[in-house]
């Protein structure tokens, strides 16, 4: 799972589609960019894996899809 760094900026993915859709969790900036993938566990415990839906996006956030269980 991606996970938010203490010592750097985060931004809030947000899950547009799949098992967590309208979810958002909050995901480390690298390199200056939101992540391209990041892993949420759902409820029951399994991961679902997301990517970056738009390669150019602004702001605090950024809008990521399902792709699939992990």
Do not use: H
Not at 11 to 18: C, D, P, Y
Not at 23 to 29: D, F, I, W, Y
Not at 38 to 53: I, N, P, S, W
């Amino acid at each position: 799972m991606t996970k938010p760094s203490a010592d750097g900026p985060t931004i809030a993915a947000n899950l547009v589609n799949g098992r967590l859709e309208g979810g958002s969790v909050e995901a480390a900036v690298v390199q200056g960019r939101p992540p391209s993938i990041v892993e949420v566990q759902a409820g029951d415990g399994t991961m679902c894996r997301y990517c970056l839906d738009e390669w150019e996006q602004g702001g605090p956030s950024a809008r990521y899809s399902f792709l699939y269980r992990v």
